[in-house]
């Protein structure tokens, strides 16, 4: 893919105290690190169930491809695996649908905090017992892997998925370039990220995340660092326009955004442009 270069965006992800990138990666990496046993916990709870229907629509919306014979899936930063789970079971509803039993789905889920990579293989082993995770109606695989150097050939995948962890990448430009280089021609992106608030609700969503969510994370984490960072980290984060901006200038079309639960999450879609620019 020819080099570009990208507009005056932050660079990336600058937890409090980060001298420089590789320092960033590394802070990100322990926190996810140290927060993982009670990371789904604080998930649910702090989004008062929210995430789950977040990450089951943002599933629906690649039923199409989900449904295709041989489909590769990587789900980047993938945590402990719950849109993993949501695609998986999204992919075996619509295969079911259209009477699909030809070339079971791959799902790889990636991520380079290996305390998360096993509750995920965990989450997943126990959703799926039936359909183990070297056979049956669906192929899981699970690698440590950094989201700015993935350990793929070129145009590996049909779909390349993210649920709040592009937002934690020490760059984003070379994250969403590395996703344009795995992803094959056509193929489709789906980010679920956290944004600022916007709309009639953003006033109380912005009370929420800001004052009350940090002082919650903290007491049932015990990591009063972690859930500090979170509301720091949306605030930082590029605006939607500017996001989209970013994937348009990594080597994606279509590129499109949407709005949910008061403007709190931004969902993006679009699709690697095709070899002629297309």
């Known amino acids: 893919m020819p080099s570009r270069t990208p507009s005056p965006l932050p660079a990336g992800s600058r937890p409090a105290g980060a001298q420089d990138e590789s320092d960033a990666a590394r802070r990100v990496r322990e926190m996810f690190a140290r927060i993982a046993p009670r990371y ?4 649910h709870l702090l989004s008062l169930g929210l995430d789950v229907v977040w990450r089951r629509r943002a599933a629906l919306r690649f039923r199409h491809l989900l449904a295709r014979p041989g489909v590769r899936v990587l789900d980047v930063c993938c945590g402990t695996g719950d849109l993993a789970v ?8 619509e295969r079911q649908r259209l009477h699909v039993t030809e070339l079971v789905p791959t799902l790889v889920c990636a991520d380079f905090a290996h305390p998360m990579l096993v509750r995920a293989r965990e989450k997943v082993g126990t959703a799926f017992r039936p359909h183990s995770a070297s056979g049956g109606s669906l192929v899981f695989c699970f690698l440590e892997a950094d989201a700015l150097a993935l350990p793929f050939p070129e145009d590996s995948f049909d779909l390349v998925t993210a649920a ?3 937002r934690n990448l020490a760059n984003y430009f070379r994250g969403a370039q590395e996703i344009a280089r795995v992803l094959r021609p056509g193929g489709e992106l789906g980010i679920l990220e ?3 608030p916007a709309g009639w609700g953003a006033p109380l969503c912005r009370f929420y995340v800001r004052r009350l969510l940090p002082g919650i994370g903290a007491a049932v984490s015990g990591d009063r660092g972690a859930y500090s960072y979170l509301p720091a980290s949306v605030a930082a984060f590029p605006t939607p326009e500017a996001v989209t901006q970013l994937l348009a200038e990594s080597g994606f079309a279509d590129v499109q955004v949407e709005r949910w639960t008061a403007g709190l999450v931004a969902f993006y879609t679009a699709r690697k442009a095709d070899r002629a620019g297309g």
């Open 86 to 93: 949501a695609l998986a079971r999204r992919a075996l509803r």
């Open 164 to 166: 709040f962890g592009f």
């Open 40 to 43: 789904d916990l604080l998930n």
């Open 194 to 196: 956290f944004a600022e």
